[in-house]
């Protein structure tokens, strides 16, 4: 459910550049519905993705718009008790968003039960010790890990890391990207013929 409650739940929060979003990162929020406890998930668009600095995505307007309707959709079609809440803390920042500032920010604005849960992919894990301003985030984090084909993430020493294994959705931005948008959800899609954007 998309609500605007400010009572202290466990949260983790879900970053990325969602350009666009698509149905892939809807199964990891249904996947994390189902196997954590958690009660909360901050959906952010990145403004500049450090992962993707040279990149240009789409106006952080567009992506943003995109992830509300999603989550809108999600939450309508698939009743659920995460409560789901899309933050632009990145893109009012500027600049490349770091998830350090994130976190501190959103540590800041939201009271949070417990550790704050961070989600991320099994792709991002070799670089994780070049991450900016690793040793503090660390501290204030946990890692959870989504990780396909029964891959065992690697054991880290002072870090809190939670391993999700879940099936394989095929679904990709860059396909979207290039003019395929099967696997959009009907509102995101018609957002984008809408607007113009991905070839549409």
């Not at 609500?3 to 990891?28: A, N, R, W």
């Not at 959709?73 to 659920?80: A, F, G, K, V």
Request: hydrophobic letters at 35%; charged letters at 25%; a negative charge.
């Amino acid at each position: 459910m998309l609500t605007t409650e400010m009572k202290s739940k466990t949260t983790c929060i879900f970053g990325g550049t969602f350009d666009p979003i698509h149905k892939g990162h809807l199964h990891i929020l249904n996947q994390l519905e189902e196997l954590t406890p958690y009660e909360r998930v901050i959906v952010i668009p990145a403004r500049i993705s450090n992962f993707k600095q040279e990149s240009v995505p789409t106006p952080a307007v567009d992506r943003y718009n995109m992830v509300k309707i999603a989550l809108n959709e999600y939450s309508t079609q698939h009743p659920t008790r995460l409560e789901l809440l899309v933050s632009d803390v990145e893109i009012k920042r500027g600049g490349v968003s770091y998830t350090y500032d994130t976190v501190v920010d959103i540590l800041e604005r939201y009271p949070v039960t417990g550790r704050l849960g961070l989600i991320m992919g099994d792709d991002l894990l070799p670089d994780l010790d070049k991450w900016y301003r690793i040793d503090e985030l660390k501290e204030l984090v946990d890692f959870i890990c989504f990780t396909r084909d029964k891959i065992v993430a690697p054991k880290r020493e002072g870090y809190h890391i939670r391993q999700i294994n879940t099936p394989v959705y095929n679904a990709s931005s860059t396909e979207v990207r290039g003019g395929d948008f099967s696997s959009l959800t009907e509102g995101v899609r018609s957002y984008v013929e809408s607007h113009g954007l991905y070839k549409a």
